[in-house]
C-alpha cells in the first residue's frame, strides 16, 4: 500500500497529503467542528462515513458526466483526487488549475443561519419570493431556492454578493452561471435518492476549481452530514424537524451558552474562546446519526 509523502495540511476535518505533482490524498478525521471552531473530541467512524459517502457522489457526478477531482478511493477514510493550487490570497489569481475561494449554499428550506437571519431581519421575506414580510416558520419550504456564497480563505465565513464573488474568483460571469447551474444539478441528484431514504435534502454547500483548462470541476466533498442538512421526511408533515446532520452538535453548543460567548468574543475581536469536549452521550448520539445517514442514503452497512 503507498504511503504518501508529505503531509501538507492538517485541516477542521481533513489531513491532506502530497502524492505527486499531480495527485493528492485526504484522510479524512473523526475530527468534529463547529462555528469554524474545532471541537476536542472525536466521533467514532466519522471520517469513514465522510470518505465513503463523498466517493459515492463523485461516482454519481461521473456518471452524469461533471467533472470532479475525484481518482479514487484508497481505504475506508481516504481518497485520492487531482491536485489544484490553492490560492494565499485573492490578488494575482492564475489563470487556471487553482481553487476558487468562493463557498456555494443552496437552501431550500427555511433552516439554520437563514431563520436567524430572517428573524433578526438580515433578510427580508420578500427578497427569497415570499408574498409578505412576515417571518416564515421554520421549516417552511422556500418559494424558490436560495442560492448565495461566503469566502472560503477567511478566518471566518463571510457572506457575500455575486458581484464580489465573481471579483474574489476571477471568475466570468459565465462562469458563475456554470456554478449556479451545477449546484441546482447536483442538489437535485441528493433529493432525488435521498427521499427513497426517507431523507429530504434541506441545504448543504458546494466547492469547485478550475482544472489545468480551466474547465470547472467539484472539488472537497457535498452530500454528508458534515456539508449538508437532512431532515427526516416522514415526520415533516407531522411539523417534526429531525436533524439528521452535524445539526444537533450546534444547538448542543447554543444551549450551554458557548455560541453566545463565542459571538460576543469574535464582535469585539478578542480571540474564540475555548471550546470544551462534548459529553459521551453526545458523542455517541451522533456518532450513530452519522453512520445511519450513511447506511440510508448507500444501502450499505458501515
Known amino acids: 500500500m503507498a504511503i504518501p509523502v508529505r503531509l501538507l495540511l492538517k485541516g477542521k476535518v481533513k489531513d491532506v497529503y502530497e502524492v505527486s505533482e499531480g495527485e493528492l490524498e485526504f484522510q479524512f478525521s473523526d475530527r468534529i467542528s463547529v462555528f469554524d471552531v474545532i471541537v476536542p473530541t472525536r466521533i467514532p467512524r466519522k471520517g469513514e462515513v465522510l470518505c465513503r459517502m463523498g466517493a459515492l457522489w463523485f461516482n454519481e457526478l461521473k456518471d452524469l458526466g461533471i467533472r470532479t477531482h475525484f481518482i479514487e478511493l484508497k481505504g475506508p477514510d481516504r481518497m485520492r483526487v487531482r491536485r489544484t493550487r490553492v490560492p494565499k490570497e485573492y490578488e494575482g489569481l492564475p489563470r487556471s488549475n487553482y481553487m476558487i475561494p468562493v463557498e456555494w449554499i443552496n437552501r431550500h428550506y427555511v433552516a439554520g443561519s437563514l431563520h436567524r437571519r430572517l428573524q433578526d431581519g438580515g433578510i427580508a421575506p420578500r427578497s427569497l419570493g415570499f408574498e409578505t414580510d412576515d417571518v416564515p416558520a421554520y421549516g417552511e419550504m422556500l418559494p424558490v431556492p436560495f ?156
Open 147 to 302: 442560492f448565495e456564497q461566503t469566502t472560503k480563505f477567511e478566518s471566518h465565513d463571510r457572506v457575500i454578493d455575486r458581484e464580489e464573488a465573481m471579483n474574489l474568483s476571477g471568475m466570468t460571469e459565465d462562469e458563475y452561471n456554470e456554478v449556479r447551474d451545477l449546484v441546482f444539478m447536483i442538489d437535485d441528484l441528493i433529493e432525488n435518492r435521498v427521499k427513497g431514504a426517507d431523507l429530504t435534502h434541506v441545504d448543504g454547500k458546494k466547492e469547485f476549481a478550475f482544472d489545468g483548462d480551466r474547465n470547472l470541476m467539484v472539488v472537497d466533498t457535498f452530500g454528508t452530514p458534515d456539508e449538508d442538512r437532512f431532515w427526516q421526511r416522514s415526520k415533516m408533515d407531522e411539523g417534526m424537524f429531525i436533524e439528521m446532520s452535524k445539526e444537533p452538535v450546534r444547538k448542543y453548543y447554543e444551549s450551554t451558552g458557548y455560541l453566545d460567548d463565542l459571538t460576543r468574543a469574535r464582535d469585539k475581536g478578542m480571540p474564540d474562546p475555548p471550546i470544551p469536549p462534548l459529553p459521551d452521550e453526545e458523542v455517541e448520539s451522533i456518532s450513530g446519526l452519522y453512520a445511519d445517514v450513511y447506511e440510508r442514503i448507500t444501502g450499505e452497512a458501515l
